[in-house]
Every structure is written in structure tokens, then in C-alpha cells.
């Protein structure tokens, strides 16, 4: 069994919406002998709302020491790696922010934890380089998963119109400057529509429709809502949070330096000339949403996740 630690979040979005996906993933493998199930420590009766299949919850604090095993995400990786050590448990710490392992916890307990982890999961280029640079002598036990993205949720609409689409709790006084330096010199046939208290079908729909997305990401695992944009065929503007890099694609992807307000928003402006010109290439975005179709696919994240079983079943 395998008993994901998961915070409380009622909306289940970034790091919450993996955790569920992956115990939906493994249940629906229907493996034998193998279940994966969600754990609320801090409420057991506590559910996200999220439309996941064959999901399972813990609903007790009794624990099975020889067959369960505990993910933990790296935010509580020192203090619940400790716990499930006293309790004779096996885990495994699953990182899906290369830049959230110290958080809330001192280098020494960090590195306790991730010693005596059974295998440390990752889910992008980035973290794993993170992982390698801090524990090199671990290496043989980090794996790699893939995340995916549904592509047949977020496509381009068949009619695009002059939006730009942003999120602002993505680094909100970074939008607002964008925002106000782009505002006197924004065309009239353009409008700016921030996204925000949405579920995942009207952001697809949003996104499908716009044309020009702003990605505000900052020291991210790997950030999907840029992913998800440039599959809905946006222009994707502004920063990598790092772990961009892996898929910011020629093209359709232009990278802005952290904190450079003007010249991010001289690329916005720069990019609707050239779309109102006539003179923006979008077949090299038809090629580049084939690309990521591939690279964040749901047979690549299933695929991973049953090598991460049949590791686990070995061990």
C-alpha cells in the first residue's frame, strides 16, 4: 500500500493535484497486491475537490509496517521522514519543488530524511539536477517521473481573439508592474483577462481563446500552467521559474529575466505588433504543441509510475 501524505487544500491544484492524480494512476494499474490511497494526517476526513477515479483514503492512524509504504512530499519530508523511521515504516520522498527541500526544516534533518529514504522521485530536469547537486552519494535512488497534461482539455479554440491571459497569485507585484507598464500603450483591440477563481474547464476555455499568455513561475518544480497555455496555442511570455527551461520551446516561448519589468513588458508589446502586423508565424505553434503532446503524455507518466511500483515491489 501506498499511503500518500497529502496537506489539506480544498481546491486540489499544483502539488495536491499530483499527489491525487498518481493514487488515481496506481489504483486504475489494478496491480496485484498493490493499492495507493491519500492521507490527510492533520484531518482524515478531509477531501479535495477534485474528480479523480478510484481514489482511496486513510481514514485511521494504524499503520501496517510490512506492507506500507509512505510518500512524502518534500515540505515534510524531515518531520514526517522521522516519524515513519520510530514507527519501522518505509518511505519514500517524492520532490516536486527542487527549491522547497529546506523548507521548514534545518540542513541536518533535510539530509537524515533523504538518507534513509528508500527511493527520492522527482518530476522535472530541474529538480533532479537540484537532487544531484545536494546529494550526490544518493544518486542511485533518485527516479525519475513525468508529469502529464491533458491535452484534449487544454486546445486552442477554433476562433482566437486579442487577449492576454495572466495568473495573478503568480508573483502578484511582478503582474501588477507588467501590468501598469503595458497599460497606456496597450492597442484598444486588446484586452487583459487575469485568471483566478476558475476550475479547470473555464481556464481551458480561457486559454483557448486568448492568444498571449504571461508566465510569472518563480523557483518552480515544474510549473504546468504554461504547459497547459501553450497546448490552448498562447505565446508564452516572461520567466522559467527554472524548471521552464525543459520545455520553453523556439518560437513560442520567450524568456524574460526575473524581475525585468520593462523589458518583459516591451516583449508584450513587441509580440502584439507583430501578431496585428501579420507577420507571427503560428505553424511554429502547431509544432510545438505536437512536441509537448508528446513529452508530458499520459503513457509517459503511466509508464513511470510503474516503474516506480516495480521498484518498490523489489525492494
Known amino acids: 500500500m501506498l499511503t500518500y ?17 498518481h493514487v488515481s494512476l496506481i489504483n486504475d494499474m489494478q496491480i496485484a497486491q498493490v493499492k495507493a490511497q491519500v492521507f490527510h494526517p492533520k484531518d482524515v476526513s478531509f477531501r479535495c475537490d477534485a474528480s479523480f477515479a478510484n481514489l482511496g483514503f486513510k481514514k485511521d492512524f494504524i499503520f501496517n509496517k510490512k506492507h506500507e509504504v509512505f510518500v512524502i512530499h518534500e515540505m515534510w519530508a524531515a518531520r514526517e521522514a522521522r516519524i515513519a523511521r520510530d514507527k519501522g515504516i518505509r518511505y519514500i520522498i517524492q520532490v516536486q519543488g527542487g527549491y522547497d527541500i529546506f523548507r521548514k526544516a534545518d540542513i541536518a534533518s533535510v539530509y537524515t530524511a533523504y538518507q534513509h529514504a528508500e527511493l527520492i522521485t522527482c518530476v522535472s530536469d530541474d529538480i533532479y539536477a537540484c537532487l544531484l547537486f545536494l546529494f550526490p552519494e544518493f544518486e542511485q535512488k533518485i527516479y525519475r517521473l513525468h508529469l502529464s497534461v491533458e491535452d484534449d482539455v487544454f486546445k486552442p479554440a477554433m476562433h482566437k481573439e486579442n487577449i492576454i491571459t495572466y495568473m495573478p497569485r503568480k508573483l502578484e507585484k511582478h503582474s501588477t508592474l507588467v501590468m501598469n507598464f503595458i497599460a497606456r500603450k496597450l492597442p484598444a483591440s486588446w484586452k487583459i483577462f487575469p485568471i483566478q477563481n476558475m476550475n479547470q474547464q473555464a481556464v481551458a476555455e480561457t486559454l483557448g481563446r486568448s492568444k498571449i499568455f504571461l508566465s510569472f513561475s518563480e523557483l518552480e518544480g515544474l510549473g504546468l500552467p504554461p504547459i497547459e497555455a501553450a497546448l490552448a496555442g498562447n505565446l508564452v511570455i516572461g520567466y522559467t521559474g527554472e524548471a521552464g527551461k525543459e520545455y520553453w520551446l523556439e518560437g513560442q516561448f520567450h524568456e524574460v529575466k526575473c524581475g525585468d519589468i520593462r523589458s518583459f513588458s516591451e516583449m508584450v508589446l513587441s509580440k502584439i505588433k507583430e501578431m496585428d502586423s501579420g507577420h507571427f508565424d503560428f505553424n511554429k505553434i502547431k509544432h510545438n504543441i505536437t512536441t509537448l503532446q508528446d513529452k508530458y503524455s499520459p503513457v509517459r507518466e503511466l509508464a513511470g509510475l510503474r516503474g516506480l511500483v516495480d521498484q518498490l515491489i523489489k525492494g
Open 5 to 21: 501524505l497529502c496537506p489539506n487544500a480544498k481546491k486540489a491544484s499544483g502539488g495536491v493535484k499530483v499527489i491525487y492524480r
